[in-house]
């Protein structure tokens, strides 16, 4: 069987129909006077999982981590942790710790102490601090700077203590907002990395709020698109990419271009879109019964071919236009096409070689073309 | 611009003559070695010996220390507690109302002030005396305290509660393990402006106060109606004296944290 994407194969507990939901939000709504933070929102979220929530700011996921972790009470519905129902239990009695956007770090306090303040609340042996912290300061790398003040330490190393400080009373559940948004480009992309291995060492359920997806993308076994409250598709990152299931999910994540038109079946099974830039798609037909519905198309620009030679079937999954950008990245080449109707449609291509004879220019006359199968059929 | 023009020059020395020569003049005449105030004998140290043994300074001075140390203590806890409350608890019917109250006797005149209080101890019918004259020092001055407190907590970081009870520490755990000590330095300053204030005030403390309980400014005020002895001056020059060094020490700390957390800042960011 196909699939989407490359998956961790051996963990997949949301396939599992027996599979019992770690946490699980049950119609949980929460307003803010008149304001809709999160409406009716229901997700289960899995032990052991990496799970990202994901959108633009306003979109009501910072209000559900900080549901969970016992900041806000939820308007309606119900959050259960392992088990248990969270409603009324303050955050200080709730075995989840949290990892602040702001790091949150106690100023006055030092490394070590900010690492050993969640053990001492909870009256741990004094030798039995003493030796977590100093693994965790191993774990993150921290041993020299233990004695340091958070004021004395730069922002990469203020977030690792804020990591530490968030892992060290090894909580069922660790939420991270934000959690590399204060960190630049490369190092962040190398932190990603490191709390991926991490979670998989320590076996912990990850829970992380974020509006970059390149991020989501990367950590997540699972992604939450959210907007307005809602959540609007929750899906492995490929399927997410590969399969969104509405207009809003496609135009989200990634490049995408959308063609709208009438559909209809044609001979073979296979659905017939006559779309506005005046060629036709024919796709297979995802089981639903669509006959003359307008439906979009959703197409990623690599999935897209660009030849100066029109393909056979010519108006089939194909339309001629005219070159009207192209943007050199390294990897990958960017074109913009511009349809007769004028509708632009981005392509890309990898650049595998390190030199194409004759390559395309602007200006001149091409042929997209895809594959029937290589979009996606949008439900709206 | 940044020339040292004689009208700067001129300017300047007008400004601090007008703060700082009568002090100047006390302080010296405090080492007159002449019984008349206005009169230079010669130097001397002897009215700082008599000082010794004036009793009813003395006495003066021990309640005036104790009303201070006492009224400010209070006032801190209180006035801190408020400033709390009000940058806390934002959603209460006449919040607005509170805060503008808060600074009402911040600008009300001592005289209504103490007479208000006068009329107040006698109502409940309390005796006026040392308990009084703290009770009066706490009105007026948990003000001073709430408004420098709030002021602090309006720029505080919320989020460190939030952590604190994250990591598991209770309301009352968070409050003593965090929120006080980064709120310390503004605290303390309010102390400390709370008991400048009970050291140095003379009206609201005459309306208040009772037999056996008067303080240094009382004292020193109805003296000088009798005629200025060169002893009060001996006094008041320990006052400044004690003033100034506190201020001096307060702002070099001050200026020493403020330089090592620059320098602690830039080699942290030098790392990367």
């Known amino acids: 069987m196909k699939s989407l994407g490359s998956i961790r194969r051996s963990f997949a507990p949301w396939t599992d129909p027996s599979a019992k939901p770690y946490i699980s939000f049950r119609n949980v709504t929460k307003k803010f006077g008149t304001f809709v933070a999160v409406d009716d929102l229901s997700l289960d979220i899995y032990h052991r999982e990496f799970f990202a929530l994901l959108g633009a700011s306003g979109c009501g996921k910072s209000t559900l981590l900080r549901m969970l972790a016992g900041f806000e009470q939820p308007t309606s519905g119900e959050i259960i942790l392992d088990g248990v129902n969270m409603a009324g239990t303050p955050p200080y009695r709730r075995p989840v710790n949290m990892m602040f956007q702001s790091y949150a770090l106690f100023p006055h306090m030092t490394v070590e102490n900010n690492i050993a303040f969640g053990l001492k609340q909870d009256r741990m042996p004094k030798n039995e601090i003493a030796d977590r912290v100093a693994q965790m300061l191993k774990l993150v790398k921290l041993e020299k700077f233990a004695t340091r003040k958070p004021h004395q330490l730069s922002g990469g190393q203020r977030q690792r203590v804020a990591l530490a400080r968030s892992l060290a009373k090894r909580p069922k559940v660790l939420l991270l907002d934000e959690p590399l948004g204060a960190l630049d480009k490369k190092l962040r992309e190398e932190t990603q990395f490191e709390l991926m291995d991490l979670q998989q060492d320590l076996g912990l359920t990850f829970v992380v709020v974020t509006h970059d997806q390149e991020e989501a993308m990367t950590m997540a076994d699972r992604i939450a698109v959210m907007a307005a409250g809602k959540v609007n598709q929750v899906a492995t990152p490929a399927e997410i990419y590969e399969a969104p299931n509405s207009r809003f999910v496609a135009d989200f994540i990634g490049d995408v271009n959308i063609f709208d038109g009438l559909a209809n079946p044609s001979q073979g099974g296979d659905l017939d879109i006559a779309v506005a830039e005046g060629f036709t798609i024919r796709t297979p037909v995802g089981g639903a019964d669509v006959r003359g519905a307008t439906r979009g198309f959703a197409i990623r620009p690599e999935k897209i071919r660009v030849t100066r030679e029109a393909p056979a079937d010519a108006g089939i999954n194909s339309v001629r236009g005219e070159m009207w950008d192209i943007a050199y990245l390294g990897d990958m080449t960017v074109y913009i096409i511009k349809l007769p109707n004028g509708q632009t449609v981005k392509a890309s291509s990898l650049n595998a070689q390190r030199s194409v004879e004759n390559p395309l220019g602007y200006d001149e006359d091409v042929w997209i073309s895809f594959d029937g199968d290589a979009g996606v059929l949008l439900k709206d | ?272």
């Open chain 2, 1 to 272: 611009m940044n020339r040292w023009t004689s009208f700067n020059k001129f300017s300047l020395t007008l400004g601090f003559g007008f703060l700082y020569l009568p002090i100047l003049l006390l302080i010296v005449y405090s080492f007159n070695e002449s019984k008349l105030v206005t009169v230079w004998g010669g130097f001397s140290t002897r009215w700082y010996t008599s000082l010794l043994e004036n009793e009813a300074l003395k006495d003066a001075a021990w309640v005036t220390a104790r009303v201070a140390f006492t009224s400010a203590s209070i006032a801190t806890v209180l006035g801190t507690l408020a400033a709390l409350a009000l940058t806390r608890y934002t959603k209460f019917h006449g919040r607005v109302l509170f805060s503008g109250m808060i600074y009402a006797p911040l600008v009300m005149p001592d005289v209504i002030t103490g007479l208000s209080l006068l009329l107040f101890f006698v109502a409940v019918n309390l005796d006026r005396g040392i308990v009084t004259v703290i009770l009066a020092h706490i009105t007026f001055s948990m003000c001073y305290v709430a408004v420098v407190v709030q002021s602090r907590l309006l720029s505080f970081d919320r989020s460190i509660e939030e952590a604190a009870m994250d990591l598991g520490a209770t309301p009352t755990r968070t409050f003593l393990q965090v929120t006080l000590p980064v709120i310390a330095p503004a605290v303390v300053s309010g102390w400390m402006l709370a008991f400048t204030l009970s050291l140095d005030d003379l009206v609201i403390s005459s309306f208040a106060s009772g037999p056996g309980a008067t303080t240094l400014p009382m004292k020193i005020y109805s003296q000088v109606r009798l005629g200025v002895t060169p002893e009060i001056n001996a006094v008041s020059t320990i006052l400044v004296t004690i003033v100034t060094i506190g201020v001096i020490t307060a702002s070099i700390i001050n200026k020493r944290r403020e330089v090592q957390r620059q320098r602690d800042e830039q080699a942290a960011f030098a790392q990367g």
